[in-house]
């Protein structure tokens, strides 16, 4: 995989410096770091490498991707440099004289929330999964330990199509598709859309995102949980942050719990962000409970695992202290050019 990975470097370096303008430059950028590129494919592909060596073969990917964006810039400046002084000589007019800025694009917040959350998790040794918005109730509850007539089912106003069929209301119904390919050990996240029936305020919306993520393995515990989700609020939120969970209960976990991450605006003192109390909640989490391990066919003798779910426009929310979650999705460019 290390051969792989430098021989996609070094086909991407030779690349950018044999490109003779700057369209070449964007091809070569989306061939290699695109949705559908070589980087991205070895990510998705992460599943085939031995589970010792995925933290690893993640960190060099990500050295692989910051060497090839550093490059690209780099020649990108250069042909901005020639092109300009070609403009210098041919020109008569002053071009130094102000004129309009032209609109550029830029990423949305979810866009670079997600993103770092999939490079904190994949430099973990995980992988990321997709999984259909379209679902079958059997993999949306009942396989998650919430059969019919089931309360929690009451607490999540679904989009049903049809009795069998509806749109998913989390992601965690991606974990019971990749556990019964009966691929074990499991490390994965799985983002992801999801819908809901709520009404439109500045904390809800009927269409939002998730990442759910699940590990399953022999001799798990809830100390190898929240050694992750810690190390994971670090990433995010800072280094000084400081994490503390509390009991709860999901139908599919057991025991449950929900995580707060000490508030990173005033330090844990108290302030308007954290509603005066030093603590902000983030995610909830758990042990895979062993019914959803059976229904997977997954021996919960051998094998135990945890899960844990985060809202994705809640990071960005707090990350980037956003106020109205109707902001990420009015797509003003005021808004979004802050980013």
């Known amino acids: 995989m290390k051969e792989k990975l430098q021989k996609i470097m070094d086909d991407a370096l030779e690349q950018i410096n044999g490109s003779k303008e700057l369209d070449k430059l964007n091809e070569i950028r989306v061939s290699f770091l695109g949705k ?37 810039e780099e020649k990108k400046q250069a042909f901005a440099k020639a092109i300009r002084e070609e403009k210098m000589k041919a020109e008569t007019i002053d071009v130094t004289l102000p004129a309009k800025k032209p609109m550029v694009g830029h990423r949305h917040p979810n866009t670079i929330a997600l993103e770092e959350i999939e490079r904190i998790f994949v430099g973990m040794g995980y992988e990321v999964v997709e999984g259909p918005e379209v679902e079958y109730d059997y993999y949306n509850f009942e396989a998650l330990n919430i059969p019919a007539n089931h309360p929690a089912k009451d607490e999540q106003d679904t989009f049903y199509i049809n009795s069998d069929i509806l749109l998913r209301t989390q992601t965690s119904s991606t974990q019971i598709h990749e556990m019964e390919k009966g691929k074990v050990p499991i490390r994965m996240i799985a983002p992801g859309r999801v819908y809901r029936s709520d009404e439109v305020d500045a904390t809800h919306s009927p269409s939002f995102h998730q990442v759910e993520g699940l590990v399953i393995d022999k001799n798990v515990t809830f100390a190898d949980l929240k050694g992750t989700l810690a190390e994971f609020a670090k990433e995010i ?22 995580m707060d991450v000490s508030c990173f605006k005033c330090g844990g003192k108290g302030c308007r962000f954290c509603k005066g109390s030093g603590w902000i909640e983030i995610l909830g989490c758990g042990m895979v409970h062993p019914h959803v391990l059976e229904m997977s066919k997954i021996d919960p003798e051998e094998y135990v695992g945890f899960a844990f779910g985060v809202g994705l426009e809640r990071i960005a929310l707090l990350k980037y202290e956003i106020d109205d979650m109707r902001l990420l999705y009015e797509n003003d460019t005021r808004f979004l050019k802050q980013f």
């Open 36 to 72: 559908k590129g070589e980087l991205t494919s070895i990510l998705k592909s992460m599943k085939e490498v031995a589970p010792e060596d995925r933290p690893k073969v993640g960190q060099l990917v990500n050295e692989a991707r910051a060497v090839i964006e550093e490059k690209l």
């Open 237 to 258: 939120f800072g280094p000084e942050t400081k994490v503390k969970f509390r009991p709860h209960h999901f139908p599919f976990t057991e025991p449950s719990a929900e």
